[in-house]
């Protein structure tokens, strides 16, 4: 309106662009003005004009299927999701006291005290996780900070320093001593003339001097400039005995058997960089609070048996797990977010392509321990406040709460969380000895404290939960290649989402980018036919 | 009690000793015990016993006053207070909005949204400063984690990237590429055989390729590894367009140009390691907190202009700043806790030596620039949240809200706070050309946004308030040689304490250190005379 005319700023003018250009054109404008190339998200779809009486069904009831289902009835649509577990969210998990845990082949109850949590599936979100971010906002998820690095934690190899554990900031000190004091001695050998102009050998110099910490003859030993960034023998005081005494750093040696570029590098990856966040009490506040929208449409307990398709719509037949009913749902589209290994094993009507790419498809495994402790001794005996101390052996690291620092009473750590041969291992313990396991492991980095301290646990190893039977979809090179297009193209009136149709896989921002990319194709179809 | 033994825990332990041996042989239990390292705090000086009637005299309402009266009075000690300004705490102290900031020779009035403010002295309480955590937890000071390092944060060198900011995260990836590749093809040819074993040196190889992200040929270069840290040009997604595409690294030259080394070193820094907390709602919470318990010793408004001593105790000549009016104030001893700036012009009846002690130490200066924005731009546009972004322009940062995250409605950058050059140009400035500099330097980082979204200022220069004429004590290697001891010499009937007498300078760790020590010597003293 010319009467209120001001020069748009540039929210305006990328608001507009979105209205008129729709998500790539944004993407590409927001790029193009330096922003926002840290995540593919620039907004829900706004999909509108769905004709009327045309619907959808939804397998899955977790952070895909759900937010399906949220955009797709904005959009016009009618809706019902389908979910096997008799509470929706999915991996979107959150251990509370009083909680069972039903795995195959064991049950466990949840003792921890009012407050106390594990999440046993996603636990942090990255700043660039902007839709995720979106959705919690959008729906009223109070997020907190979620600590990641933690300079005091630990670091424990079976082979380096006896077994001791070290603290990450002495190590990394001591990596970028001696890589600096290195590289400045071949630098001045005239080592590397025919890499480096003498300028940037200069600034090399100058830049081994400074992050290397070296003193005036390009050395990396003892000093009170070394011991300002990897920690004192002695503390600074005040008054009389105020002065500090510096420690030793560790030799060439001792610093490789360490390991320590394996942690900084974790630290470095963009999917683990500061800032993180997490759901205030627990991941399953973003679940909960999909379901507060969706809910209503969602029925729950309800095993898909069977899965077909023709040029009328599709039809999804199903038994309730608690009544035992058999029945039939019918609509003229599909998302189906039912992970690969399930889906693997359910008669549905694709293409051998598609179910080719289903078989192909390979899961990782992850076991996570929760361990309630009496107090938290890792604040007030360690200094360690939240982020994660790692080992080699099977749990893999144990990490501290980002939540309820310098409370008194019990507090919940996470005990293990293995990746791989690691997992395989704690998996196939019971639930009891997965918990001696962690106890006896964790015990490397609080001797003193940590079964005297030990209240209750809990654990979840993915491979053994019935719907899921995996812990997320881990991708190589090659079988996406062969496969990642053709599990993901719409076939007829079917189209897959979940984090496996997506480039983030083992996180929920993959979940909620491939859904929204999963209805807008749908709506397309739709539109189009 | 017999019937009750158990066998002691380490806590049980420690707390014996602590109350057989005292601080320092608990110091010494801890440290054996792999504890503690971290401070030279071990509790609070349990002191008791101070004969009836024994008095004490507090110059400054700051945290070593405060902490030295809330001590004392525990020891049984009577305790005044005589502080300067017409508010304690000192240089614990926070910006409200209606808040007045009187400088020599300007005064402004904050205009902060209710809930906003900045805090112009310290403002982040590193993991290890125990002594100030202890306190918040005793006087229920509720903390919130401090963001420190953001990755997503900027980087800013006018001669570097032809001036346009680039992101920590690049360029620290960049760093660690370059500087792998160069020891790997230093290693590689032979040039430090002569320093490294051949075991350490395989170790070495090993350390660059995975740190540094090296490809087969230990060359630094653009890959979705590399990307996996540094950032894509476009991110990874979901469905048929989730692919993402790898972004170009800096060359060698370009990343020198950008020195990120020196953010890399900062955050290296004891001091500056995570993970570090804030006060909720401001850190004069802490001050507010002290003044809730000691408040009704203090005489504010009060300005010493006299101390003599002598046998028999110390007396204090002072006239009331309101009123006008001249009075006396007596005890037996005394802690003076007054910045050696302001003390160095006080008549006080003090040895030549501690006189030239008081004299020879340096103080810093620095400048804090406050800016409320109408959004959070930053959070919303660029995804940075928390942190510092750093530039080689005056302001030397901006830092980001720690928080409030995700929050709508108007919030407070940090717009400058620079030390040494950058502080003296700023603080000779008008407050008004202040704000307009950290606006025009700022707009770096935020072009579209900064002056948009402005809506006001305010500023300290530490050089320009009345009541300690410099932000904190700086000491030089020399200068602690020479003149520190002498300084924290308890003299007489007169001990001074403030982080300025202490090895913890520029922080409140050091004045509660420094306070602690000095009301331990005292009560020392007292009981021996």
Redesign the interface.
């Known amino acids: 309106m010319i009467e209120n005319f001001s020069a748009p ?3 305006d003018l990328l608001s507009l662009i979105g209205k008129v250009g729709g998500g790539a054109a944004l993407y590409q404008a927001m ?1 193009a ?1 330096g ?1 926002a ?4 998200f620039t907004g829900p779809p706004k999909l509108t004009g769905a004709r009327p009486g045309a619907s959808v069904l939804v397998l899955g009831g977790g952070l895909a299927g759900m937010s399906a289902a949220y955009e797709l009835t904005k959009a016009g649509y009618k809706v019902q999701v389908l979910e096997f577990q008799g509470r929706a969210g999915g991996r979107n998990y959150t251990l509370h006291g009083g909680d069972t845990v039903t795995e195959i082949g064991s049950t466990q109850k949840v003792g921890f005290a009012p407050g106390n949590y594990l999440n046993p599936g996603p636990w942090r979100i990255p ?2 996780h ?1 839709t995720v ?1 979106h959705y ?2 959008q729906l009223g998820v109070e ?3 979620f ?1 990641q ?4 934690a630990l670091v424990h190899h079976k082979n380096a320093f006896g077994g001791k554990p070290q603290h990450f ?1 002495d190590m ?2 001591d ?2 001593g001696h ?1 600096s004091e ?2 400045g ?3 001045n ?1 005239g ?2 003339d025919q ?3 003498a ?2 050998k200069e ?2 110099l100058e ?1 081994m001097r ?2 290397g ?1 070296l003193d005036k003859n390009m050395t990396y030993s003892k000093s009170m400039a070394v ?18 005494i510096p ?1 030793d750093p560790a030799s ?2 001792d610093m ?2 360490g ?1 320590v ?2 942690q ?2 974790f630290y ?4 683990m ?3 993180m ?1 997490q759901p205030k009490g627990g991941m399953d506040q973003i679940g909960k609070a999909f379901f507060k929208h969706v809910g209503k449409l969602v029925r729950l307990n309800t095993k898909v048996t069977k899965v077909t398709q023709d040029d009328k719509g599709v039809t999804a037949t199903w038994q309730d797990a608690v009544t035992g009913a058999v029945g039939e749902s019918k609509a003229d589209f599909m998302v189906c977010t039912i992970p690969a290994t399930v889906l693997n094993q359910l008669d549905i009507q694709l293409s051998p392509e598609k179910k080719a790419a289903i078989r192909a498809l390979p899961y990782g495994n992850s076991v996570k321990i929760g361990l309630e402790m009496k107090r938290r001794f890792w604040e007030t ?7 994660h101390s790692f080992t080699d052996q099977a749990i893999s690291l144990i990490s501290y709460p ?1 939540a309820g ?2 409370k008194e009473g019990p507090a919940v750590l996470l005990g293990a969380y293995p990746f791989g041969a690691g997992a395989y291992q704690l998996a196939g313990m019971t639930p009891e000895k997965r918990i001696e396991a962690a106890l006896a492991q964790g015990s490397v980095f609080h001797p ?2 940590y079964r ?1 301290e030990f209240l209750s646990g809990a654990s979840v190893a993915w491979s053994r939960m019935p719907w899921i039977l995996g812990c997320c979809a881990t991708w190589t090179e090659e079988s996406r290649a062969a496969h ?2 053709n599990l ?2 719409m076939e007829n009136r079917i189209v897959l ?1 979940g984090e496996h ?4 896989g083992c996180w929920q921002e ?9 209805v807008t ?1 749908l709506h397309q179809r739709a539109l189009a036919a």
Chains 1, 2 share one sequence.
């Not at 190339?37 to 593919?40: D, F, I, W």
């Not at 149709?501 to 983030?504: A, I, M, Q």
């Open positions: 700023t540039r929210r790029t003005l922003h190339t840290e995540s593919q700043y660039h902007r971010l919690c906002k997020l907190e900070p600590s690095i933690n300079h005091n900031r990394m000190v990596f970028k890589v290195l590289l001695k071949a630098l050998a080592a590397l890499q480096v102009t300028e940037d600034k090399l830049a400074e992050w910490v011991a300002d960034q990897r920690g004192y023998e002695r503390a600074p005081g005040g008054g009389v005995n105020g002065a500090p420690n060439l040696s490789l058997s390991k570029w394996q900084m590098g470095a990856e963009y999917v960089q500061t800032t966040f005996d360690y200094a360690i406040y939240g982020g980002s620092f310098f003193a404290e005297a990642y297009q993901v193209s989402a149709c997506s480039y983030y993959g979940a909620l980018l491939s859904s929204l990319d999963a194709r």
